[in-house]
């Protein structure tokens, strides 16, 4: 089993449509997660920090469910720029701090 | 502020060859990150420095990759010899490095290896 799992997609919907995407991870002992952001060809970046209360940021919501160790990000009124693949990425402490990327959703919006 | 810094943008190389990649992390950051992303997947941690020194070097290819960080701030990642697979991204990233939970990564624009 993949440490941290996603659905690849591509998840197709028109602009001003709200889209989900999951992500469920193996390890229990995760502490932090993050989505980051990945343009075609570019590299990837941070989007944002989930936090166990759920934290929004503007048109994007993320919610994360310890007991069933599952990470949502909620995508409302979406834009053609918010073309890109999602990456799902969580950290946990070993040794050292370990994060571990997902295989990333992708997203493509049409007019 | 200057981010992540790699070079080159683009390498062809033939099988069996080497190859070096280099990477100027965001200054003042203690950690920094080489990782591999093959087209379709994530990226996949190969080595983790925390100043000049390996935290984690667990998924390297020890046969075949080897990476430095001389002087805690620049690092060199080198393949050699290469093979088929080694076709990727190859993406660098600094981070803080003050051991919070919550470290942020950034990346720089990545190295794309083919090799034929």
């Known amino acids: 089993r993949k440490e941290v799992e996603q659905d690849p997609g591509p998840f197709n919907v028109p602009e001003g449509a709200t889209v989900a995407f999951n992500c469920t991870y193996s390890n229990s002992a995760s502490q932090s997660f993050f989505w980051y952001r990945q343009d075609c060809r570019k590299e990837p970046k941070l989007l944002m920090s989930v936090y166990s209360s759920g934290n929004e940021d503007g048109r994007f919501t993320a919610q994360l469910n310890r007991a069933s160790q599952y990470i949502s990000l909620l995508i409302r009124d979406s834009k053609l720029s918010d073309s890109a693949t999602y990456l799902c990425?969580?950290?946990?402490?070993?040794?050292?701090?370990?994060?571990?990327f997902g295989s990333g959703t992708r997203l493509l919006v049409r007019p | 502020e200057a981010g992540v810094a790699q070079s080159p943008r683009y390498k062809i190389i033939e099988k069996r060859q080497s190859v070096a990649f280099w990477c100027n992390p965001i200054?003042?950051?203690?950690?920094l990150y080489w990782y591999q992303q093959i087209l379709g997947q994530g990226p996949k941690l190969l080595i983790q420095f925390q100043n000049n020194g390996v935290v984690d070097d667990s998924q390297l290819p020890k046969d075949r990759f080897s990476a430095e960080r001389l002087k805690g701030v620049d690092s060199t990642l080198k393949i050699q010899p290469a093979k088929l697979e080694d076709s990727a991204v190859y993406l660098c990233?600094?981070?803080?490095?003050?051991?919070?939970?919550?470290?942020?990564?950034?990346f720089g624009s990545g190295t794309q290896l083919s090799v034929l």
């Open positions: 200054s003042g950051h203690a950690t």
């Open positions: 990233a600094s981070s803080l490095g003050r051991g919070s939970i919550n470290e942020k990564l950034f």
């Open positions: 990425v969580v950290n946990y402490r070993d040794s050292s701090y370990k994060l571990i």
